[in-house]
């Protein structure tokens, strides 16, 4: 049976639950929210397949891959889908043709009060909720099985999300369904704990004394592609944040993120899409308006098959591999040293003490940024 004793070994993908017959495994929250497996053994039967599902590792199945994938700079020709996604609407290509050929699509949209989960689409309304980043892991509760049934009711399905679970989901499904099961990944930097995400809502709710009723984890409208803030509107007036200055320090990542085995050119998916960091080398014009240029990446075969049916819905320029090379896709992001310490002060201490200490409301971060400022001011003089 599957038993986790050390955190960093598993990205919380639900292969294991998913498959578990007896159910005899329940995905259960540690103090951030993240959730891993738990092993009822009354239930369990010892048959093994928990542990041979499992996809997190160095030996994750690659057999579709292509010996490298192609690379593309892409923008949607719709400059209203390119304004209101992430990057170039490249998934909206992609999902659209899926949809209008009587398929469904899946990916990271909320429930209840924007708690992010993986949903099910069957229209372009629906599917209009995965648009966007969300720094926040998806629940996947059941959406495997879910997944399963489709593809046995015999749907073209279309999975969006992070290698690790498209790599969970490729294992669980098997090869005999995988047909018509297109798997989409995003080069990801590493996923947040979703209680603090919880906790960021009711915070900023309770300082407004009013409900947020719309959020945008980098809004390009505002600030441009390149910027990342995050907005939020509240039902009597609006509001500007910043959850993402405790996200680029990587110390709310899941621990498995500082190992991540799918950060490299053998991705664990049929196509992989990203913000084009270092488009200029490409093309010097796609992207001078600042409003967002996708890279696409074709693993495999059907991937090939899929971009052809879709490239003609976008701007597209081929583009060299090396020039494509974003961190993530050469190593996994380093975790903070104090990571540990920031899940125990949290724990203990809740999450505005947490923000404070670590995060960019306190004293802490202004005499930091203080000091920053005077650094950069007595460097100038000397230089003078």
């Not at 993986?118 to 599917?127: G, P």
């Not at 190992?259 to 899409?273: F, G």
Request: aromatic share 10%; glycine share 8%; proline share 4%.
């Amino acid at each position: 049976m599957i038993q986790i004793t050390d955190k960093s070994q598993c990205c919380g993908c639900t292969a294991c639950a998913s498959i578990c017959a007896h159910d005899a495994i329940t995905m259960q929250p540690d103090a951030l929210g993240f959730l891993y497996p738990v092993v009822d053994k009354d239930k369990c039967v010892d048959c093994g397949l928990c542990e041979k599902v499992c996809a997190f590792n160095d030996h994750y199945d690659t057999s579709l891959n292509l010996p490298k994938p192609d690379a593309y700079a892409a923008r949607h020709k719709d400059m209203k889908e390119v304004e209101t996604s992430r990057s170039g609407a490249a998934f909206i290509a992609i999902s659209d043709y899926v949809l209008e050929n009587g398929g469904v699509v899946y990916g990271a949209g909320y429930a209840d009060h924007f708690r992010v989960v993986h949903k099910r689409a069957t229209t372009k309304e629906e599917r209009d909720e995965f648009k966007g980043s969300k720094y926040v892991q998806s629940d996947l509760d059941h959406v495997f099985r879910q997944v399963k049934k489709d593809l046995k009711d015999g749907l073209t399905v279309l999975f969006s999300g992070t290698p690790c679970q498209t790599a969970g989901l490729n294992a669980y499904i098997g090869k005999k369904l995988r047909e018509h099961l297109i798997l989409v990944d995003i080069v990801c930097h590493g996923v947040p704990g979703p209680y603090l995400w919880r906790d960021y809502i009711a915070y900023l709710e309770k300082k407004q004394g009013d409900k947020i009723c719309w959020v945008n984890f980098r809004d390009k409208q505002e600030y441009g592609w390149k910027a990342h803030h995050e907005t939020f509107k509240f039902v009597k007036g609006g509001g500007k944040m910043s959850f993402t200055y405790l996200f680029y320090q990587h110390i709310m990542f899941r621990h498995s993120c500082g190992k991540c085995p799918y950060t490299n050119t053998k991705r664990p998916s049929d196509i992989t899409i990203a913000d084009f960091w270092g488009w200029e080398k490409t093309d010097p014009n796609i992207n001078k308006d600042d409003k967002g240029v996708s890279l696409i990446l074709v693993n495999t075969e059907k991937g090939r098959e899929i971009f052809d049916a879709v490239k003609d819905r976008m701007t597209v320029i081929p583009a060299k591999l090396e020039d494509c090379l974003q961190p993530n896709l050469q190593h996994p992001s380093v975790i903070h040293p104090k990571r540990m310490k920031f899940e125990q002060d949290y724990q203990c201490k809740g999450f505005e003490y947490v923000m404070k200490k670590y995060g960019d409301m306190g004293w802490r971060h202004k005499v930091g940024k203080m000091k920053g400022k005077m650094r950069r001011i007595v460097k100038k003089l000397i230089g003078k």
